[in-house]
């Protein structure tokens, strides 16, 4: 698609300038046509807008909020162009005030709102865009919007509650990595001088830490550049190559204790797509696709892809999903009620309200186990490095006990 700006004639003979969107000049005039217009001249807007528009993010609580904003509006009766439009003394960030100004100007011309949602990829997920196609055929744009503000608030607030639990985790790992390498590259040498001029039998453990000490002292930058640039360069490994994402991916959901919440939050984000999707009124085979894209997990995402193109060729879900481990007792059994019953979304939403309040726990009960393992390492390191410099001169002191 390319965004023109162009000038138009009404029947009347006035002038009317606007921005709209074409495959080509011709469509473009074919689209203004039909809109009682005769294209006079047409121009492609600014290439630099249109792409920093394709790069515009916004985070998920803004995001909740826009939708919510709007869906409100639409539920009281305000017409799309209206609650589109950003209003004197409402409070918006940047981003969320430019993308309904742009999208407020595309409705005007006529462009329907699920396509002008492709001018911010960024912003709105496909899942997003393709709920609001479906719900603008039905007419019942409100109310999916005010379902996918609380999916969104949803996301957010369990994104948050991880973050938030693995700061300190975060902060003691940091710490001791820098505890190490400062004993190693600074500490350590003086001690070895000291060691070596006293010339007295050294325990295994003060060679192996002497040994790591001259490593960091003769390689220090090549360790500091390569803790710096790993996790950009995994990141752009991860990206690039799906098979390593694949294999991360297997290897989080092996981890212990963590592959567990891994699990339950990917399954549990994995049913509240599923059930916005067909709350919207998508097909089951469309909606366990976009549900897809938003596990996050891409050995869930297989499974879902199995589940998917089974569903297609005629099996139920719940029993393709008895094939599949990954996914737990609970939400195979539920599947499979909903679907003798005919009643999926209820089904899955008691599945889903089960989660809600499993998901924080998992959180809660991991990190009740992480952080007093953290202590416990943070002891045993600190004793050895002790261990490492006092042992020599306490042998040294008590000879007979050696």
């Given at each position: 698609?390319?965004?023109f700006?162009?000038?138009?004639?009404?029947?009347?003979?006035?002038?009317?300038?606007?921005?709209?969107?074409?495959?080509?000049?011709k469509?473009?005039?074919?689209?203004?046509?039909?809109?009682?217009?005769?294209?006079?001249?047409?121009?492609?807007?600014?290439?630099?807008?249109?792409?920093?528009?394709?790069?515009?993010?916004?985070?998920?609580?803004?995001?909740?909020?826009?939708?919510?904003?709007?869906?409100?509006?639409?539920?009281?009766g305000?017409?799309?162009?209206?609650?589109?439009r950003?209003?004197?003394?409402?409070e918006?960030?940047?981003?969320?005030?430019?993308?309904?100004?742009?999208?407020?100007?595309?409705?005007?011309?006529?462009?329907?709102?699920?396509?002008?949602?492709?001018?911010?990829?960024?912003?709105?997920?496909?899942?997003?865009?393709?709920?609001?196609?479906?719900?603008?055929?039905?007419?019942?744009?409100d109310?999916?919007?005010?379902?996918?503000?609380?999916?969104l608030?949803?996301?957010?607030?369990?994104?948050?509650?991880?973050?938030?639990?693995?700061?300190?985790?975060?902060?003691?790992?940091?710490?001791?990595?820098?505890?190490?390498?400062?004993?190693?590259?600074?500490?350590?040498?003086?001690?070895?001088?000291?060691?070596?001029?006293?010339?007295?039998?050294?325990?295994?453990?003060?060679?192996?830490m002497?040994?790591?000490?001259?490593?960091?002292?003769?390689?220090?930058?090549?360790?500091?550049?390569?803790?710096?640039?790993?996790?950009?360069?995994?990141?752009?490994?991860?990206?690039?190559?799906?098979?390593?994402?694949?294999?991360?991916?297997?290897?989080?959901?092996k981890?212990?204790?963590?592959?567990?919440?891994?699990?339950?939050?990917?399954?549990?984000?994995?049913?509240?797509?599923?059930?916005?999707?067909?709350?919207?009124?998508?097909?089951?085979?469309?909606?366990?696709?976009?549900?897809?894209?938003?596990?996050?997990?891409?050995?869930?995402?297989?499974?879902?892809?199995?589940?998917?193109?089974?569903?297609?060729?005629?099996?139920?879900?719940?029993?393709?999903?008895?094939?599949?481990?990954?996914?737990?007792?609970?939400?195979?059994?539920?599947?499979?009620?909903?679907?003798?019953?005919?009643?999926?979304?209820?089904?899955?939403?008691?599945?889903?309200?089960?989660?809600?309040?499993?998901?924080?726990?998992?959180?809660?009960?991991?990190?009740a186990?992480?952080?007093?393992?953290?202590?416990?390492?943070?002891?045993?390191?600190?004793?050895?490095?002790?261990?490492?410099?006092?042992?020599?001169?306490?042998?040294?002191?008590?000879?007979?006990?050696?």
């Amino acid at each position: 698609m390319t965004d023109f700006s162009y000038t138009a004639v009404t029947k009347d003979g006035r002038l009317v300038n606007g921005n709209r969107e074409a495959e080509n000049l011709k469509r473009l005039s074919d689209l203004i046509t039909e809109d009682g217009l005769e294209l006079i001249k047409a121009d492609v807007r600014d290439s630099k807008v249109t792409k920093r528009n394709s790069r515009l993010k916004m985070k998920t609580a803004d995001l909740a909020n826009l939708i919510f904003q709007i869906g409100i509006q639409l539920r009281a009766g305000v017409p799309i162009i209206e609650a589109l439009r950003v209003r004197t003394g409402e409070e918006t960030s940047g981003p969320q005030a430019t993308v309904r100004q742009r999208l407020s100007e595309m409705v005007e011309q006529g462009t329907p709102l699920s396509q002008g949602l492709e001018t911010f990829p960024r912003v709105f997920p496909g899942y997003i865009r393709n709920i609001v196609q479906v719900a603008e055929r039905s007419g019942s744009l409100d109310e999916n919007f005010i379902e996918l503000r609380d999916y969104l608030e949803w996301m957010d607030k369990n994104w948050k509650a991880f973050k938030q639990a693995m700061l300190y985790p975060a902060f003691v790992v940091a710490a001791l990595i820098i505890f190490i390498f400062i004993a190693l590259r600074f500490v350590f040498p003086t001690v070895t001088e000291l060691l070596f001029e006293l010339d007295i039998p050294l325990p295994w453990i003060t060679q192996v830490m002497i040994s790591a000490s001259e490593f960091v002292v003769q390689y220090w930058l090549v360790i500091i550049a390569v803790t710096f640039l790993t996790p950009p360069g995994l990141r752009i490994l991860f990206k690039v190559s799906k098979s390593a994402a694949l294999l991360r991916d297997h290897f989080l959901l092996k981890l212990p204790f963590l592959g567990d919440v891994i699990l339950t939050l990917a399954v549990a984000r994995f049913l509240r797509s599923l059930i916005l999707m067909q709350k919207a009124g998508i097909v089951i085979t469309d909606s366990l696709a976009m549900a897809r894209q938003v596990v996050g997990n891409r050995v869930i995402e297989r499974s879902v892809a199995r589940i998917e193109t089974a569903v297609s060729n005629g099996s139920t879900m719940s029993s393709s999903m008895a094939k599949d481990p990954i996914f737990p007792a609970l939400v195979r059994t539920m599947v499979g009620v909903g679907e003798r019953s005919g009643s999926l979304d209820t089904s899955l939403q008691a599945v889903v309200d089960y989660y809600d309040d499993l998901v924080p726990r998992k959180i809660k009960t991991f990190f009740a186990i992480l952080e007093p393992g953290l202590i416990v390492l943070t002891v045993c390191l600190a004793g050895l490095v002790a261990a490492a410099v006092f042992l020599p001169l306490v042998n040294m002191l008590s000879p007979g006990a050696y």
